[in-house]
Structure formats: structure tokens, C-alpha cells
């Protein structure tokens, strides 16, 4: 399988060079990508959006677009699903009776998979490590579970300080981190999970997974917080092969 599982963050011209490079990749030789835009309301905008945005090295056609969208799964050689708000995305999914196909299109058939943001995070067994806001009620937390590890996209290590606008100083913010809401997802699952720092990507090679673009931080129930390099290989229990 060839999946591309970002965490966003592209607003640099180099951290766009890379994603089209990693996008282009991930779909040679692929005629036709399915673009799911349900972690929108825009459906049509956000498919346009992102067709200009990838620079013309993909032919996106939004699933939306198409009457029977299980069946166009059997007429496309790739899978792209974007960012947004993960609730929104899970219950368009779901409500469309997607999840299923989508997984089969990917494992059975081995269609290449890229998920960005909101995308990565239903790549996983569960939607339950997004940051999203719940905006609207799911039928159920699960995924497409392509891959056996949960992803915490627009991870960052530590705390947070903000700039005070009055004065330029800088305040700092003491709520919690994002590894203590992964804590509180290990209080009632055991599943591994990757904090993606913003312009990191997962790629996968072979049977492991390739650490690309920023740092990652790893995150198992009741071990201490390991953060890893770009560069680095990762199995799918999310060890250091």
C-alpha cells in the first residue's frame, strides 16, 4: 500500500514544495484520485480549492460529484481525504455509507491513501485523538483503521505563549498540552499514538513508515514521551525499526 498521512501546516513555499512532491508521489501513475471533501460544507469550492492548490500534478474529481459515490470508488486509482473538521468528515462517511468501501479500496485493493489534518486522523481505528471542535453528532467514533495507530495532527510539544497585542510581550497560556489529551484518550485506549508537528508527514516504505518534514512525538499508555527526527523509521506499532 502506498499511503501520505500529513498533518498540515504548509505555509511556507518550501513546506508546499514538499507536499506537492510527496502528493505527486504518492499518486504516480494514478489517472484519476477521488478527493473526499466532507470535512467541509463547501464540497465543490474545497475541491476546486484544492485542485489549484496541488499545482496540477493530481487529477482530483470530487467524490461528491458522483450520484453512486461507492461504485466511483471502483472507477478512480487513488484516494485523497482533506482537512477540516474530523466530526463533520466522520459523519458525512458514515452517513454515506463510505467507511467500508473507502477501507476495502485501500486495503483490498491497494489504492494509494493520502489524508491531511482531519484525513489522517480517519485513517486511523478511531477519530477520538482530533483537536477538532464537535460540531455536529456522529454515528460512531470508528474510522477507515488503515492504519493500526492513531495520529494527533497540529501536535506541538510543551505549552503555549501568545503575543500581547498592547504590548508585544509575551503571555504564557496554562491549559493543557496536547500530550496530556492523549494521556486522557490512554485512559480508556491502548492504541499508540503520533503527535505530527506542523509540516510532518508519514510515508509508507515497504512495511514501515518514513518520518518526512518536521519532528514527531510518540505516545503509548503509561510510557514516558519519545520525539523523533525526520528521517526516521517507524513500524506500525510506531517503534523505531
Request: with cysteine; charged share 25%; proline share 5%.
Amino acid at each position: 500500500m502506498r499511503i501520505l498521512l500529513g498533518s498540515g501546516g504548509v505555509g511556507t513555499d518550501e513546506r508546499r514544495e514538499t507536499y506537492r512532491s510527496l502528493m505527486s508521489e504518492n499518486f504516480s501513475n494514478c489517472k484519476k484520485v477521488a478527493f473526499v471533501p466532507y470535512a467541509s460544507e463547501d464540497h465543490d469550492g474545497y475541491t476546486e480549492r484544492m485542485r489549484d492548490f496541488s499545482g496540477g500534478e493530481i487529477d482530483l474529481v470530487g467524490i461528491h460529484e458522483f450520484d453512486d459515490q461507492v461504485s466511483a470508488l471502483g472507477d478512480v486509482d487513488g484516494i485523497y481525504v482533506g482537512g477540516g473538521n474530523t466530526w463533520l468528515l466522520v459523519r458525512e462517511m458514515h452517513e454515506r455509507g463510505l467507511i467500508g468501501p473507502l477501507r476495502d479500496a485501500v486495503i483490498s485493493r491497494g489504492l494509494p491513501y493520502a489524508g491531511v489534518s482531519a484525513g489522517a486522523n480517519v485513517a486511523c481505528p478511531t477519530m477520538q485523538t482530533t483537536n477538532d471542535m464537535p460540531i455536529t453528532m456522529v454515528p460512531s467514533f470508528e474510522t477507515l483503521g488503515i492504519v493500526p495507530f492513531q495520529i494527533n495532527p497540529h501536535y506541538y510539544p510543551g505549552g503555549i505563549w501568545f503575543k500581547e497585542d498592547e504590548d508585544g510581550s509575551f503571555l504564557k497560556h496554562y491549559g493543557e498540552t496536547r500530550s496530556r489529551r492523549v494521556s486522557e484518550f490512554h485512559q480508556t485506549r491502548d492504541e499508540p499514538v503520533i503527535g505530527l508537528y506542523e509540516g510532518s508527514y508519514l510515508r509508507s516504505k515497504g512495511e514501515h513508515f518514513e518520518l518526512i518534514g518536521n519532528k514527531a512525538t510518540l505516545m503509548r499508555r503509561g510510557e514516558d514521551l519519545v520525539t523523533v527526527n525526520p528521517g526516521t523509521l517507524l513500524t506500525s506499532s510506531l517503534t523505531t525499526a
